[in-house]
C-alpha cells in the first residue's frame, strides 16, 4: 500500500477510526542498570500485524555498519504519536548520540540514523516517506523517528519519557505542509507489512480506469461542441464582417474564444489521459513481485501518480461535464421554441415581413451555445446573467460550418441594443440553407402587447437604442 502519514491523534483504520493515546502514562526514567525492554507503543493500521511487545529484539541496529538493503520489510506507515523520546537520546551507539548511549548491556539494540549511515551529498530533504524509505530495509526496525525537521531514526521500538510541554511544531525540511518533531521531541511513525501491494495497485488502478471511462465519453461530447462551434463562427464571422454587420460579428468571435476554451479543456484531458494509460502501463510491467525495495518504491510511485491522475481526472470531467451541458444542452421540445417570436413582431407588427432575417446585440447572459431553436429556447428559459438580469430572448444561426443539420449557434440575451434587418435575402445567399432562420427572438410572455421600437423620449428601457434597415443582403 502507499505511505500514508496521518494525524498523531487518530489514526484511520479502513472503516474505522483508532483514538491513539495522545498522553501516555508517566513511567519511571530507568538507569542503564535497571533498562528492560519496555512494551511497545503499536496500533494497528489497515492490515493484521502482530509484534511481540515482550521482545527486545536483540543485536537490532548493532552492526555499525548496518545500511539500507534491497528486501522490502515493512511497505507502509503511519503516525503514532508525538513524545519524549528515550531512543534517541540513549538508544544511539554509532550517531551523534553515541556519548549518551547506555543500553547496550540491558537491551543490546541500537537505533540507526539516517545522518550517520547516509553521506551528506547523498541525502535528500527529510520528509516521513524519506525517512520510511531508509528504514524499511534495515532488520529488526518497527518505527521510525524524525526530529527537528530532519534527524530521521529507525528504532525496533520507542518508549515515551518525561520532557517539556512543547508540542511537534517543526516543518519538516522537505515538505512544509507536515510536521517533523521539534527541538526535543519526536514525531512517531509506526512500520508495517501489509504485503498487498499488487491488491492496492490493483484497486487504485480499476477506480482510475473508471474515471478514465467517463473523461473520455465527456470529452467527445467537448470536442464535438468545440469543433462544431469555431467551424460555423468562422464561417459566419466573415459573411457578417463582409456585411458590416458589428453585432454579428462580435458574437462570431465570443464564439470563438468559448470554442477556444471548450479545445483546451480538451487538450488538458487528453494529458490526463495519456498520462493514465502511460501509468497502466508501468504497473504492469512491474509484475506482482514487490519483495524488491526497488521495484516496490517504483509501484508506490505508480500508486500515487494513479491516485494524482484520478483526482486530476474528477476535476477535468467535472468541468467538462459543466461546459458539455451549458455549450452542448440536450434537445427540447419543438413548443419550448414557440414562445418565443422573431423580434420584428415587436417592433413593427404592422411589417408583413417578419420572418426576414435579423440580427441583434446587447447584454449577454450565457456563453455561446451549440443547438437548435428549441435548445438554446430551453437555455434561455433557465439562463441568469451574471449582472442578475434573466434572459429575455437570443439570437440564432442555423447550420455552417461543422455543424450537423439539426445544429445551429445561438447567443442569449438579457437586454436588446441593437437590431439589423435585411430586406433583400429572398433567395437563399451562398452557404445559406433559409436566410430566415437567422432570427433574433424575444420572449412573448416578456414583451407581448408591448414595442420594442426605437422609443426617443428614453423612457422605455428596454426598447431598442438602434434599429437598422438594411436594403440588402448579408451574404451575396
Not at 480499476?206 to 460555423?232: I, N, Y
Not at 439570437?395 to 443539420?405: H, I, R, S, V
Not at 445567399?429 to 416578456?446: G, L
Request: aromatic fraction near 8%; include cysteine; glycine fraction near 10%.
Amino acid at each position: 500500500m502507499p505511505s500514508l502519514v496521518l494525524p498523531s491523534a487518530t489514526l484511520l483504520a479502513g472503516a474505522s477510526a483508532i483514538v491513539l493515546r495522545s498522553n501516555p502514562p508517566a513511567q519511571p526514567k530507568l538507569t542503564a542498570k535497571t533498562w528492560v525492554a519496555m512494551p511497545m507503543q503499536m496500533f494497528r493500521a489497515d492490515c493484521s500485524v502482530t509484534f511481540n511487545s515482550k521482545t527486545s529484539n536483540p543485536g537490532a541496529g548493532m552492526n555499525a555498519s548496518t545500511a539500507p538493503g534491497t528486501k522490502v520489510l515493512k511497505d507502509g506507515f503511519y503516525g503514532v504519536e508525538c513524545v519524549d523520546e528515550f531512543m534517541f537520546e540513549h538508544g544511539d551507539k554509532f550517531g551523534d548520540n553515541a556519548a549518551g548511549y547506555e543500553i547496550e548491556q540491558t537491551a543490546n539494540v541500537s537505533i540507526v540514523s539516517y545522518s550517520h549511515v547516509v553521506a551528506k551529498e547523498d541525502a535528500e530533504s527529510m520528509t516521513p516517506a524519506v525517512c520510511f524509505s531508509f528504514c524499511r530495509t534495515i532488520p529488526d526496525m518497527n518505527f521510525f523517528g524524525i526530529r527537528n525537521g530532519g534527524d530521521c531514526y529507525c528504532t525496533p521500538y520507542y518508549r515515551s519519557i518525561p520532557g517539556d510541554n512543547k508540542v511537534c511544531d517543526v516543518v519538516c525540511e522537505g515538505d512544509g505542509r507536515q510536521v517533523c518533531g521539534s527541538s526535543t521531541k519526536s514525531s512517531m511513525f509506526g512500520m508495517h507489512m501489509c504485503a498487498s501491494t499488487g491488491a492496492d495497485m490493483s484497486g487504485l488502478e480499476g477506480k482510475m480506469q473508471g474515471v478514465e471511462a467517463d473523461l473520455t465519453s465527456v470529452q467527445g461530447e467537448v470536442d464535438s461542441a468545440w469543433g462544431g462551434m469555431q467551424s460555423a463562427a468562422e464561417e459566419y464571422q466573415t459573411m457578417f464582417s463582409s456585411a458590416g454587420d458589428t453585432a454579428a460579428t462580435e458574437q462570431m468571435q465570443a464564439a470563438k474564444v468559448h470554442a477556444g476554451k471548450l479545445q483546451q479543456l480538451s487538450v488538458d484531458a487528453s494529458k490526463i489521459l495519456t498520462g493514465m494509460t502511460n501509468v497502466s502501463a508501468d504497473a504492469s510491467a512491474l509484475g506482482t513481485d514487490f519483495s524488491d525495495a526497488s521495484k516496490l518504491s517504483k509501484a508506490e510511485a505508480a500508486m500515487d501518480k494513479m491516485e494524482g491522475l484520478t483526482a486530476e481526472g474528477i476535476a477535468s470531467l467535472e468541468e467538462m461535464w459543466e461546459q458539455a451541458n451549458t455549450s452542448y444542452p440536450n434537445p427540447a421540445g419543438a413548443e419550448v421554441a414557440e414562445q418565443y417570436y422573431p423580434v420584428m413582431y415587436f417592433v413593427n407588427k404592422d411589417n408583413e415581413t417578419h420572418n426576414m432575417s435579423t440580427t441583434c446585440g446587447g447584454t449577454s447572459s450565457h456563453s455561446p451555445i451549440v443547438g437548435n431553436q428549441s435548445a438554446c429556447a430551453a437555455a434561455c428559459d433557465g439562463s441568469a446573467s451574471s449582472n442578475g438580469g434573466s434572459c429575455i430572448g437570443f439570437q440564432y444561426f442555423p447550420k455552417a460550418g461543422n455543424l450537423t443539420a439539426d445544429q445551429g449557434l445561438c447567443f442569449l440575451l438579457s437586454k436588446f441594443r441593437t437590431m439589423t434587418y435585411y430586406t433583400e435575402c429572398g433567395g437563399a445567399p451562398k452557404n445559406v440553407t433559409d436566410p430566415s432562420e437567422i432570427q433574433c427572438f424575444a420572449k412573448f410572455s416578456k414583451f407581448g402587447g408591448t414595442s420594442l421600437a426605437v422609443d426617443n423620449s428614453g423612457d422605455c428601457k428596454e426598447c431598442f437604442q438602434e434599429v437598422t434597415k438594411a436594403e440588402r443582403c448579408y451574404a451575396p
